[in-house]
Each structure stands twice: as C-alpha cells, then as structure tokens.
C-alpha cells in the first residue's frame, strides 16, 4: 500500500515528499456514506472518491439505497458495483441489530427520539428508528473493517446515520453539506447537533460556510472547513471551440443541465426566452419531477422546436452538450454551489447565473459571463438578448477567462488533498 502524504488543508499542497513519508502512519482507511448512490445528478462525489483514492487512502462506499432510475454513465455504473447497501441487509436483521443496539446504547435511542420529535414530517420517530437500525447495521460494518473515520455527503439522512454510528461506539464522523436543502430546514434537520457531535463540518463555498456558523458556537468555528467540489481537468484539455454564431443564421445556442425541480428555476428560464426576441435554441439536460410542467410551458409559448429535451447524459454527452453551446444558463432560486456551472467554465463557456448561494464566489459578472437576480425573469431575457449580441471573439474571450478561473479554484485534486489532510488531522478525535 502506499504512504499517505500530508496535505496542507489550506492549500492542497503536499507538505512531505516520498524521502520523508517513513514516519507517516498507513493508508487512513474512511467510509463514505450517501442516502443514494450513486446518481446522475451526484458525479462530483465519485470524483471526490476516486481523487482520494488517487492520493493513496481507502475508501468504502456505503449507500443507504440505489437509485430507481437508469444510470446512463458507465463510471456510476461501476460505483454500483463498488458500493454496499444498508438496507439489503433486509428488513428481520435491520429490527434485530435495531433492538440489540437501544439495549447496548440507551443514548443513541435517545437521540433518535429526540431528533424525531423534532423533526416534524418525514423526519419524525419511526423515521429515526429506521436511520438508527440502518446506523447499527453500518457500525458492525465499520467494525469489522476497521474503519477509523465515517464521511457523509449532505446533511440530511446520511449524517443522521453516521452521527448515530457515533453513538453507537462506532468511528467519528464528518460530512459536506452542499445546500440548499440544509439551509431551508436546519432545526428539522437537528443541523447544529451533528455539527457539534462531528470531528470537522465541510461546506462547500465560503457563503455555506458562512450559514453552518448561524448553528455552531463561534469557538467551534475552525471545525468549519471549506472544501469545494472539483473537476478534472483532465476531462476538459482541450475545450472545443464555440459553434457558428451567434447571429442572424445562427441562434445563441444555450444550454443548462440539472434536475428539473423547482430551485433549479428552469421554468423561469422558460417565460425568460418567451420575452427575449433574439434568435435562441435552449437544449434543457436532466430530468425530474418537474418535466411535465416544463414541456407544457413549452408548448404554450410555442418554444417547442427552439427547445431540445435530451434526458440525463452520461459525462460525455454532457462535455459534447456543452461544446454544442455558445452559453451555459443557471437561473436557479436555491443553490449550493453548483457543479455544472465548474464545467460549463471548465469547456470555456461563458454562463448566465443568478446571484445567490456560492455563485458569486466563482462568477465575475461581465468577466466569466453575465449575473442576474434570482427570479426575475426581465432581468434574464435581457441577459439572453445581450449574449445573444455579443460577439463570437468576445465569447470565446470571456469562456477563456471562467475556464482559468475554475482551473485554479476548482481542481479536484487539490480539493481532495484538503479533504484527505483533514481526515488526517482529525481522525483520533
């Protein structure tokens, strides 16, 4: 196995060469832990993985369930293959090590009450129960393994799980929380428990740092890390050049990827090309329980041969959906930080996005393309017909800028080394 090289969690950069890794313990062997796993809209965390297997540690995929629909990209498919699911331990073993751990560890029972009551819908007492039977089934797991270290994506039910393997005796844990989700319902969530309870909270932008210390004491405040999601530049080392046009023969050809649910705020973008007069194309990637809303707005503005609806692509076809595109579109309400928009920047396309969440962190508004406020959709026809006007050169000039941009901030390397120095900073605490 190889050593294990520290990074330093500011920069990423590795702080001992191979001449010095002697003294440096073995492989840190961690658990990852998603509710569904994995997931066409999740491919950020399978490139977080496999970054950290990259850099020499150990990681076990742990998922509560599969994902119902179809996996179009091989990679997941693969992670499939690569992930052990709770709940196919079957529903006689869940209640039997459900019982077998309230009778060894009262206090995990406890919480798990406690955090039902305050739960509310969805999240109420039973609904704990089933995330601590799932908690127990986990922590035999990571016993077994000798697992030293738990690490959840999201702060909903995946870090109700690991921080109840906690308590159950189990490793410590820590988990990323993107948003919005955790933003909209932090008491329900029980957010500042398990922020108390974890060896080190991740957020993903300066902006989700920010809102973790609405529910932290300021003297925790240095157990709030930032880590972003990454790309692989690898992926995009050779940005194909913008389609003809935009301009009187050729529409500005857009493009936005992302589930269609109601924060994503593609609806918007609907009424937004209804109002705008410039020569548009919009090809909508992704799928959702939105969809049957979506193409009936279409068809009522009379958008639909102006409007490609391709259904979820694997990786490839998102690079080729976007080396189709002259701009990437986000009009989204609710936000963490959004991966598509790292790619869209990655390919050397210049974006149209709204001022919220992490956004402006990685946006220069005029630099990287054009920013808007959430919900207005005036502001962002209007947004569509300047694009639509500018130039090729300058385009391409701007997709130049955002793709520099990202590569700097976002590589998902350097962002899986910082993850892999906390684990090892924290892991005896």
Known sequence: MLPFRRADPKTGKTLLNKRQTSNIRPIISVG????????????????????????????????????????PDAADRAEQDLTEYVLDAGALR?????????LRSPQA???????????????????????????????????????THLHAHFGTNSADVVRYVRLLDGPGYSFTVHGPEEFDAPAALSLGAKIAEAR????????????????????????????HCGIDPAAFAEPAPLPPG??????LRLVTIGRFAEQKGQLLLIEAMAQCPAPLHLTLVGDGPLAPALRAAIERHGLGNRVALPGWLDEAG???????????VLPSFAEGLPVVLMEAMAAARPSIATYIAGIPELMVDGQTGWMVPAGDAEALAKSLAQAAATPAAQLAQMGQVARQRVLERHDVRTEAAKLAALFEAYQQN
């Open 32 to 71: 990852y832990v998603i509710n569904t796993y994995p997931r066409p809209s999740q491919t950020f965390v399978r490139r977080e993985i496999r970054a950290l297997e990259s850099l020499g540690l150990s990681v076990r995929r742990f998922a509560m369930r599969r994902e119902n629909g179809p996996l």
């Open 94 to 102: 869940l209640a039997r090590t459900l019982i077998l751990a309230a």
């Open 109 to 147: 029972l406890r919480a798990a009450i406690r955090t039902g009551r305050a739960g509310g819908p969805g999240r109420g007492v039973l609904r704990q129960m089933i995330y601590l039977a799932e908690a127990a089934v986990l922590a035999e797991r990571c016993k077994s393994l000798g697992l």
């Open 200 to 227: 080190f909270t991740v957020a993903v932008s300066a902006f989700g740092r920010s809102q973790l210390c609405r529910w932290a004491p300021g003297g925790s405040w240095d157990r709030l890390q930032i880590v």
């Open 246 to 251: 935009p301009g009187p023969d050729h529409p």
């Open 318 to 328: 998102v690079r080729r959906a976007l080396a189709q595109a002259h701009v990437m």
